[in-house]
C-alpha cells in the first residue's frame, strides 16, 4: 500500500499532462534549465542595460509557447494514445 501511494505521488502529475514520470522530469529540467539561464541574462541586463535586451521576454515568450499552447496538443495527442490502445484489447 505505502509504495502505490509513493509511485502515485510520482506519477499522479505527469500523467494529467500527458507525459511518464521520465518525460515529465525532462520537460521540467529543461524549463528549469531555460529559466536558471534567462535568469542570468537578465541579471547582466540589470547592470549593464545594453546587453541581452530582449533575452529575458524571448524566455517567457518561448516557454509560454511550450508550456501552455503546445502542451493542449500534446495531451490531446496522449489521450488519443490511450484511447487506441484501450480500444485495441
Same mark, same amino acid.
Given at each position: 500500500?505505502?509504495?502505490?501511494?509513493?509511485?502515485?505521488?510520482?506519477? @499522479? @502529475?505527469?500523467? !494529467? &499532462? %500527458?507525459?511518464?514520470?521520465?518525460? @515529465?522530469? *525532462?520537460? *521540467? +529540467?529543461?524549463?528549469?534549465?531555460?529559466?536558471?539561464?534567462? +535568469?542570468?541574462?537578465?541579471?547582466? @541586463?540589470?547592470?549593464?542595460?545594453?546587453?541581452? &535586451?530582449? !533575452? %529575458?521576454?524571448?524566455?517567457?515568450?518561448?516557454?509560454?509557447?511550450?508550456? &501552455?499552447?503546445?502542451?493542449?496538443?500534446?495531451?490531446?495527442?496522449?489521450?488519443?494514445?490511450? +484511447?487506441?490502445? *484501450? %480500444? +485495441?484489447?
Amino acid at each position: 500500500m505505502f509504495g502505490e501511494v509513493m509511485i502515485r505521488l510520482f506519477t @499522479h @502529475h505527469p500523467e !494529467t &499532462v %500527458g507525459e511518464t514520470y521520465l518525460e @515529465h522530469m *525532462a520537460v *521540467a +529540467s529543461s524549463f528549469g534549465f531555460r529559466m536558471f539561464f534567462a +535568469s542570468l541574462a537578465c541579471m547582466v @541586463h540589470a547592470f549593464l542595460p545594453f546587453l541581452c &535586451v530582449k !533575452t %529575458g521576454s524571448a524566455a517567457i515568450t518561448q516557454l509560454h509557447d511550450r508550456m &501552455v499552447t503546445n502542451r493542449h496538443n500534446q495531451t490531446a495527442a496522449a489521450v488519443d494514445r490511450q +484511447s487506441a490502445m *484501450a %480500444g +485495441s484489447d
